[in-house]
Antibody
Framework: QVQLVESGGGLVTPGGSLRLSCAAS????????MSWIRQAPGKGLEWVSY????????KYADSVRGRFTISRDNAKNSLFLQMNSLRAEDTAVYYC?????????????WGQGTMVTVSS | QSVLTQPPSASGTPGQRVTISCSGG????????VHWYQQLPGTAPKLLIY???QRPSGVPDRFSGSKSGTSASLAISGLQSEDAADYYC????????????FGGGTKLSVL
């Protein structure tokens, strides 16, 4: 079945780095834009970034631009989020999601999320 | 402060009809489709309504969406206990070269 499985979360000190991964299965990964969305504890959803199907186009939220880098490996059906210069306010569950298919579209499949905690 | 505005809470009794509003602006809801996500307690969000009023396969027709101008609404009819969840509206915002934006979420209680 169509599935997204995130990994790589954990505890990191402020200023540190972490790389999240998302393994996709059950669909043609290379046909789809992919996104990262996060949710701070007890808070709402925040879109973080998306990447086009061929990696030619990326976009970031203002809150992470210059610190986070989204990438993908279509041969391995995998999506990544390299997070540098982490701050306490980056603490959140990070979800991998399929979409948008085109600009304006929804995120139609979500992973279960991976928790990132930034604390000293 | 979320770009899209939702009431923080809503409630209803089993069988009732409830609506959740989502207010935005000309650069987001006024220009792009609205999507709704349901997040059951302790789980990941799930797409509930896309493109203002379309239901993905498997979503009961008790759930419906609408959009007018810079506002949108989610309606749930025949409320059931399992509908207790957080609901988020979302859209793309044409300002700043395009970005995804969400409402702050509405916690629905079934009394």
């Amino acid at each position: 079945q169509v599935q997204l499985v995130e990994s790589g979360g954990g505890l990191v000190t402020p200023g540190g780095s972490l790389r999240l991964s998302c393994a996709a299965s059950g669909f043609t990964f290379s046909d789809h834009y992919m996104s990262w969305i996060r949710q701070a504890p007890g808070k709402g959803l925040e879109w973080v970034s998306y990447i086009s199907s061929s990696s030619s186009y990326t976009k970031y939220a203002d809150s992470v631009r210059g610190r986070f880098t989204i990438s993908r490996d279509n041969a391995k059906n995998s999506l990544f989020l390299q997070m540098n210069s982490l701050r306490a306010e980056d603490t959140a569950v990070y979800y991998c999601a399929r979409g948008p298919y085109t600009y304006g579209d929804a995120f139609d499949i979500w992973g279960q999320g991976t928790m990132v905690t930034v604390s000293s | 402060q979320s770009v899209l505005t939702q009431p923080p809470s809503a409630s209803g009794t089993p069988g009732q009809r409830v609506t959740i509003s989502c207010s935005g602006g000309t650069s987001n809801i006024g220009s792009n489709a609205v999507h709704w996500y349901q997040q059951l307690p302790g789980t990941a969000p799930k797409l509930l309504i896309y493109n203002n009023d379309q239901r993905p396969s498997g979503v009961p027709d008790r759930f419906s969406g609408s959009k007018s101008g810079t506002s949108a609404s989610l309606a749930i009819s025949g409320l059931q206990s399992e509908d207790a969840a957080d609901y988020y509206c979302a859209a793309w915002d044409d300002s700043l070269n395009g970005r995804g934006v969400f409402g702050g979420g509405t916690k629905l209680s079934v009394l």
